[in-house]
């Protein structure tokens, strides 16, 4: 039988599982036929990285000559992990092209390039699938078989709270992500995961929007409060960098100077910038409001400068609550040896609060890896041979839209002080599939 032919746009830190995945532990149905990016370095250094596991060398194209690509390599899958606000570029070519696509979230950063992507899946009729590697965690996804099971009822409201700690936090103000020109902003980039899960735990979509937000923690007077008088654009020669408690050596670790400090000859990204910058225009600190088409409402925060990693998350139902939280480990994107929001077993737990019963605790679901468990269990959901799922965790261009929708609304909200209605953002979009009825009927359908 031929391997599916695959090629890879965009070759950063987050590109390395799918390179892994089809070289490696699906190498016998799919093929990696090109990879592609605007750094010439980086290129390089994949097909040395092969050449080390004992792969040939694949095709390597700059981003600019990414139609040569698809002409002379003949891709039949196109898996985009570009920057966000280069999705759209990859996604949309691809499909024009003839190409299916995989892509990272966040699908895209704002509603004119979502519309972009919403018009080209029609007009094509190719396949576009988002990775929500989240859906796959165990302990994520047994909350949604609670759901379903309908132990809690109908689900009313939902209360939701993020924390990213002040390593991983920290690290979106130093990279690309710090400006919403190339990310969306952390409501975006970051809450996708957040809102998608939402999304698919009560199976419904956003209708209504109110956000608020600031820049309050990284900031220059914040770092004089920690005595960083003299500062620079950057840790590697910044004159505080033995007193900055953010300081960041892009040089000592060998996967950050490999990714990143020894490419900088070829396009001048510097990946350790200052976090105090006065370039920032991300928020660190973000309250959302959203209503939903099932009818229940959310409550929603996200601060990126915590002392610890994960989230609490509360489901108040007509017979009940749920309660869950987890600790993740912290991480630097590109670091050797980083263990990717790997699930603490001791912090993570989840508790059912009955109407008129006795409240319980539930054994949580786990799995070792990274993002909870969830990135290898996609993985093997998208290369590997088709199975059942009654959870219906794949998730195509409908769903990749109503969760960056959320986030982008939450953009609008902030800029003008009003809530947003997302139905005026995009056009054309479906309801997201019909799954989990019994969520929203209580477990009674």
Same mark, same amino acid.
Request: neutral net charge; glycine residues 8%; aromatic residues 8%.
């Given at each position: 039988?031929?391997?599916?032919?695959?090629?890879?746009?965009?070759?950063?830190?987050?590109?390395?599982?799918?390179?892994?995945?089809?070289?490696?532990?699906?190498?016998?149905?799919?093929?990696?036929?090109?990879?592609?990016?605007?750094?010439?370095?980086?290129?390089?250094?994949?097909?040395?990285?092969?050449?080390?596991?004992?792969?040939?060398?694949?095709?390597?194209?700059?981003? $600019?000559?990414?139609?040569?690509?698809?002409?002379?390599?003949?891709?039949?899958?196109?898996?985009?992990? $570009?920057?966000?606000?280069?999705?759209?570029?990859?996604?949309?070519?691809?499909?024009?092209?003839?190409?299916?696509?995989?892509?990272?979230?966040?699908?895209?950063?704002?509603?004119?390039?979502?519309?972009?992507?919403?018009?080209?899946?029609?007009? $094509?009729?190719?396949?576009?699938?988002?990775?929500?590697?989240?859906?796959?965690?165990?302990?994520? $996804?047994?909350?949604?078989?609670?759901?379903?099971?309908?132990?809690?009822?109908?689900?009313?409201?939902?209360?939701? %709270?993020?924390?990213?700690?002040?390593?991983?936090?920290?690290?979106?103000?130093?990279?690309?992500?710090?400006?919403?020109?190339?990310?969306?902003?952390?409501?975006?980039?970051?809450?996708? %995961?957040?809102?998608?899960?939402?999304?698919?735990?009560?199976?419904?979509?956003?209708?209504?929007?109110?956000?608020?937000?600031?820049?309050?923690?990284?900031?220059?007077?914040?770092?004089?409060?920690?005595?960083?008088?003299?500062?620079?654009?950057?840790?590697?020669?910044?004159?505080?960098?033995?007193?900055?408690?953010? %300081?960041?050596?892009?040089?000592?670790?060998?996967?950050?100077?490999?990714?990143?400090?020894?490419?900088?000859?070829?396009?001048?990204?510097?990946?350790?910038?200052?976090?105090?910058?006065?370039?920032?225009?991300?928020?660190?600190?973000?309250?959302?409001?959203?209503?939903?088409?099932?009818?229940?409402?959310?409550?929603?925060?996200?601060?990126?400068?915590?002392?610890?990693?994960?989230?609490?998350?509360?489901?108040?139902?007509?017979?009940?609550?749920?309660? %869950?939280?987890?600790?993740?480990?912290?991480?630097?994107?590109?670091?050797?040896?980083?263990?990717?929001?790997?699930?603490?077993?001791?912090?993570?737990?989840?508790?059912?609060?009955?109407?008129?019963?006795?409240?319980?605790?539930?054994?949580?679901?786990?799995?070792?890896?990274?993002?909870?468990?969830?990135?290898?269990?996609?993985?093997?959901?998208?290369?590997?041979?088709?199975?059942?799922?009654?959870?219906?965790?794949?998730?195509?261009?409908?769903?990749?839209?109503?969760?960056?929708?959320?986030?982008?609304?939450?953009?609008?909200?902030?800029?003008?002080?009003?809530?947003?209605?997302?139905?005026?953002?995009?056009?054309?979009?479906?309801?997201?599939?019909?799954?989990?009825?019994?969520?929203?009927?209580?477990?009674?359908?």
């Amino acid at each position: 039988m031929p391997r599916k032919r695959c090629a890879i746009v965009g070759v950063g830190a987050r590109s390395r599982l799918y390179v892994d995945a089809v070289t490696k532990r699906y190498a016998d149905s799919h093929q990696l036929v090109a990879i592609c990016d605007s750094n010439r370095g980086r290129l390089e250094l994949v097909n040395e990285e092969l050449a080390s596991a004992g792969h040939e060398p694949v095709p390597a194209y700059l981003d $600019t000559d990414f139609d040569r690509l698809v002409k002379e390599q003949s891709p039949e899958v196109v898996i985009v992990t $570009t920057k966000d606000c280069f999705h759209d570029r990859y996604i949309c070519r691809a499909m024009e092209l003839g190409c299916d696509v995989i892509t990272e979230k966040p699908m895209t950063i704002d509603a004119e390039r979502c519309q972009r992507i919403v018009d080209t899946v029609k007009k $094509t009729g190719r396949s576009l699938r988002v990775t929500f590697n989240y859906r796959y965690s165990p302990p994520r $996804t047994q909350v949604k078989d609670l759901l379903m099971s309908g132990v809690i009822g109908r689900v009313l409201s939902v209360d939701f %709270h993020w924390q990213l700690d002040t390593s991983h936090g920290a690290d979106y103000f130093r990279r690309w992500h710090r400006n919403k020109a190339n990310s969306g902003g952390l409501l975006v980039h970051k809450a996708t %995961h957040h809102f998608d899960l939402v999304n698919w735990w009560l199976a419904t979509r956003p209708v209504e929007v109110y956000a608020s937000g600031a820049r309050s923690f990284y900031r220059p007077e914040t770092a004089a409060g920690y005595g960083l008088s003299s500062r620079g654009e950057r840790c590697l020669d910044c004159p505080g960098r033995s007193k900055c408690p953010f %300081h960041l050596d892009i040089v000592s670790n060998r996967g950050l100077k490999r990714l990143y400090h020894d490419q900088e000859r070829h396009d001048g990204y510097r990946r350790d910038g200052c976090v105090f910058s006065d370039s920032i225009d991300i928020e660190d600190t973000m309250n959302v409001v959203v209503r939903y088409a099932s009818g229940a409402a959310m409550s929603y925060s996200l601060n990126a400068f915590c002392p610890k990693e994960g989230y609490e998350i509360r489901f108040n139902g007509t017979r009940g609550r749920l309660e %869950h939280a987890t600790l993740e480990t912290s991480y630097v994107s590109g670091q050797d040896g980083a263990k990717v929001h790997e699930t603490i077993r001791a912090g993570t737990s989840t508790w059912v609060y009955p109407h008129f019963g006795t409240p319980y605790q539930v054994e949580v679901w786990h799995a070792e890896g990274g993002h909870g468990g969830g990135d290898y269990a996609m993985i093997d959901e998208i290369f590997g041979p088709p199975r059942p799922d009654k959870y219906e965790r794949a998730a195509d261009h409908v769903q990749g839209a109503w969760s960056i929708l959320t986030g982008i609304a939450a953009n609008r909200s902030i800029a003008t002080g009003a809530p947003v209605r997302v139905e005026t953002l995009v056009s054309g979009l479906d309801e997201p599939a019909r799954i989990g009825e019994r969520v929203r009927a209580g477990g009674k359908v």
